[in-house]
Nanobody
Framework: QVQLVESGGGLVQAGGSLRLSCAASRTFFSINAMGWYRQAPGKQRELVATITSGGSTNYADSVKGRFTISRDNAKNTVYLQMNSLKPEDTADYYC????????????WGQGTQVTVSS
Protein backbone atom coordinates (compact mmCIF):
# COMPACT_ATOMS: atom_id res chain seq x y z
CA GLN A 1 0.00 0.00 0.00
CA VAL A 2 0.95 3.64 -0.36
CA GLN A 3 -0.43 6.77 1.25
CA LEU A 4 -0.48 9.99 -0.74
CA VAL A 5 -0.71 13.47 0.74
CA GLU A 6 -1.41 16.40 -1.57
CA SER A 7 -0.90 20.09 -0.98
CA GLY A 8 -0.69 23.35 -2.91
CA GLY A 9 -4.21 23.99 -4.13
CA GLY A 10 -5.94 27.31 -3.78
CA LEU A 11 -7.55 30.26 -5.50
CA VAL A 12 -5.73 32.02 -8.32
CA GLN A 13 -6.63 34.45 -11.06
CA ALA A 14 -6.63 33.41 -14.68
CA GLY A 15 -3.12 33.52 -16.09
CA GLY A 16 -1.59 32.75 -12.73
CA SER A 17 0.37 29.76 -11.49
CA LEU A 18 0.15 27.12 -8.79
CA ARG A 19 2.31 24.16 -7.85
CA LEU A 20 0.76 21.03 -6.43
CA SER A 21 2.78 18.55 -4.39
CA CYS A 22 2.10 14.91 -3.59
CA ALA A 23 4.19 13.09 -1.00
CA ALA A 24 4.19 9.29 -1.14
CA SER A 25 4.74 7.00 1.83
CA ARG A 26 7.06 4.70 -0.11
CA THR A 27 9.95 5.07 -2.48
CA PHE A 28 9.15 5.90 -6.08
CA PHE A 29 11.22 2.96 -7.28
CA SER A 30 8.51 0.66 -5.96
CA ILE A 31 5.79 2.62 -7.83
CA ASN A 32 5.33 2.09 -11.56
CA ALA A 33 3.78 5.48 -12.26
CA MET A 34 2.55 8.60 -10.51
CA GLY A 35 -0.01 10.95 -11.88
CA TRP A 36 -2.41 13.81 -11.41
CA TYR A 37 -6.09 13.62 -12.23
CA ARG A 38 -8.82 16.19 -11.82
CA GLN A 39 -12.56 16.24 -11.43
CA ALA A 40 -14.68 19.30 -12.05
CA PRO A 41 -18.21 19.56 -10.64
CA GLY A 42 -20.60 17.41 -12.62
CA LYS A 43 -17.83 15.87 -14.70
CA GLN A 44 -15.89 12.63 -14.69
CA ARG A 45 -12.41 12.39 -13.31
CA GLU A 46 -9.84 12.92 -16.07
CA LEU A 47 -6.14 12.41 -16.48
CA VAL A 48 -3.98 15.52 -16.30
CA ALA A 49 -0.42 14.18 -16.36
CA THR A 50 1.58 11.08 -15.49
CA ILE A 51 5.23 10.23 -14.92
CA THR A 52 6.62 6.71 -14.91
CA SER A 53 9.40 5.26 -12.78
CA GLY A 54 11.60 5.65 -15.83
CA GLY A 55 10.79 9.34 -16.10
CA SER A 56 8.49 9.26 -19.13
CA THR A 57 5.72 11.83 -19.00
CA ASN A 58 2.29 12.09 -20.56
CA TYR A 59 -0.12 15.03 -20.61
CA ALA A 60 -3.72 15.68 -21.49
CA ASP A 61 -3.98 17.80 -24.62
CA SER A 62 -5.75 20.52 -22.66
CA VAL A 63 -2.71 21.14 -20.43
CA LYS A 64 0.19 20.54 -22.79
CA GLY A 65 2.59 23.46 -22.79
CA ARG A 66 1.09 24.87 -19.58
CA PHE A 67 1.53 22.13 -16.96
CA THR A 68 4.68 20.22 -16.03
CA ILE A 69 4.86 17.07 -13.94
CA SER A 70 8.12 16.29 -12.16
CA ARG A 71 9.38 14.30 -9.22
CA ASP A 72 11.97 14.41 -6.47
CA ASN A 73 13.08 10.86 -5.78
CA ALA A 74 14.88 11.83 -2.58
CA LYS A 75 11.65 13.22 -1.14
CA ASN A 76 9.28 10.68 -2.72
CA THR A 77 7.32 13.68 -3.96
CA VAL A 78 5.74 14.43 -7.30
CA TYR A 79 4.87 17.94 -8.40
CA LEU A 80 2.49 19.53 -10.87
CA GLN A 81 3.55 23.00 -11.94
CA MET A 82 0.53 24.74 -13.45
CA ASN A 83 1.10 27.92 -15.44
CA SER A 84 -1.22 30.10 -17.52
CA LEU A 85 -4.18 28.79 -15.57
CA LYS A 86 -7.64 29.09 -17.06
CA PRO A 87 -11.07 29.05 -15.42
CA GLU A 88 -11.68 25.65 -17.03
CA ASP A 89 -8.79 24.25 -14.96
CA THR A 90 -10.97 24.67 -11.88
CA ALA A 91 -11.39 21.24 -10.28
CA ASP A 92 -10.40 18.97 -7.45
CA TYR A 93 -6.97 17.56 -8.25
CA TYR A 94 -6.04 14.05 -7.13
CA CYS A 95 -2.67 12.39 -6.91
CA UNK A 96 -2.47 8.80 -8.12
CA UNK A 97 0.06 6.02 -7.63
CA UNK A 98 -0.07 2.94 -9.80
CA UNK A 99 1.66 -0.26 -8.69
CA UNK A 100 1.74 -3.32 -10.90
CA UNK A 101 2.51 -6.62 -9.18
CA UNK A 102 0.25 -9.51 -10.13
CA UNK A 103 -2.40 -6.96 -10.99
CA UNK A 104 -2.53 -3.18 -11.26
CA UNK A 105 -3.34 -1.32 -8.06
CA UNK A 106 -4.30 2.33 -7.95
CA UNK A 107 -3.99 4.51 -4.87
CA TRP A 108 -5.43 8.00 -4.49
CA GLY A 109 -4.79 11.04 -2.37
CA GLN A 110 -7.55 12.98 -0.67
CA GLY A 111 -7.59 15.68 -3.32
CA THR A 112 -6.79 19.37 -3.33
CA GLN A 113 -9.04 22.07 -4.72
CA VAL A 114 -7.90 24.45 -7.44
CA THR A 115 -10.10 27.42 -8.32
CA VAL A 116 -9.21 29.77 -11.17
CA SER A 117 -11.16 33.00 -11.30
CA SER A 118 -11.73 34.92 -14.51
Amino acid sequence: QVQLVESGGGLVQAGGSLRLSCAASRTFFSINAMGWYRQAPGKQRELVATITSGGSTNYADSVKGRFTISRDNAKNTVYLQMNSLKPEDTADYYCNARIVVDSAYNYWGQGTQVTVSS
